[in-house]
């Protein structure tokens, strides 16, 4: 029997239907993402990522609009937005925004180019959900991020980019995400730490983790030394 007599059976239960109640209301069940999806995803990306999205091309004829590049409007949107809605979660952020905002972008184009290797996905979404546990993120706030990003999407790609077709694709693509990443982080909350669907901690071939989050572990740790240093003087 588990804690106040629970079987480990009821606990699973238990912890399925807290998962069911914590996503959020456009989260796609059973959405396989297909290859024409990622084509449609991959496409709107990168009208962002080559500054070629209309919205942008648009607001460049502004001489008030101050934005040099898509990439920088996208992260400024969209992290406007997240402290608007959620600002307690601004505490979170210490690495400063342009760099997080380059960490935001890294991560999108790595789990678009990743979606057709299931394996490749899962191990990436489990690095992600890890990292972001131990950073205090919970898992009632991924619908948050969800929103905030289809929001951004809207604005930085305009209606005819952005259209019903494509913003369908961009949830069914962050469900996927969200069928990972939301179990692992509830369990976390409960117990502390996480059960991957595999243990791969010596595997290399983690390419979201080997290069973007590694990176950012690093830069982490070098601000924790300065300020240790900076305390101790």
């Given at each position: 029997?588990?804690?106040?007599?629970?079987?480990?059976?009821?606990?699973?239960?238990?912890?399925?239907?807290?998962?069911v109640l914590m996503m959020p209301v456009y989260y796609i069940h059973d959405g396989a993402v297909t290859k024409e999806d990622i084509e449609v995803a991959r496409q709107s990306w990168g009208y962002i990522i080559e500054d070629k999205s209309p919205a942008f091309i648009e607001n460049k004829k502004n001489p008030d609009f101050d934005q040099s590049s898509c990439i920088s409007w996208f992260y400024g949107i969209f992290y406007e937005r997240l402290f608007n809605v959620h600002p307690m979660c601004q505490p979170l952020f210490t690495s400063g925004l342009v760099s997080q905002g380059k960490f935001l972008v890294k991560m999108v184009s790595?789990?678009?180019?990743?979606?057709?290797?299931?394996?490749?996905?899962q191990k990436n979404m489990e690095e992600l959900a890890l990292r972001h546990c131990e950073?205090?993120?919970?898992?009632?706030?991924?619908?948050?991020?969800?929103?905030v990003l289809f929001y951004t999407l809207h604005k930085c790609l305009g209606n005819e980019a952005f259209s019903?077709?494509?913003?369908?694709?961009?949830?069914?693509?962050?469900?996927?995400?969200?069928?990972?990443?939301?179990?692992?982080?509830i369990e976390y909350e409960r117990t502390g730490m996480v059960t991957k669907k595999a243990e791969r901690a010596t595997d290399s071939g983690g390419e979201l983790m080997d290069s973007a989050m590694k990176a950012e572990m690093e830069e982490d740790k070098k601000r924790n030394s300065e300020n240790e240093s900076r305390n101790e003087s």
């Open positions: 029997m588990g804690a106040g007599g629970l079987s480990a059976a009821d606990m699973r239960g238990t912890e399925k239907e807290i998962i790595l789990t678009l180019n990743c979606l057709l290797n299931r394996e490749k996905f950073r205090g993120v919970r898992g009632v706030e991924y619908g948050v991020v969800g929103d019903l077709e494509t913003e369908t694709v961009w949830k069914k693509i962050y469900s996927a995400m969200l069928s990972i990443i939301v179990p692992l982080a």
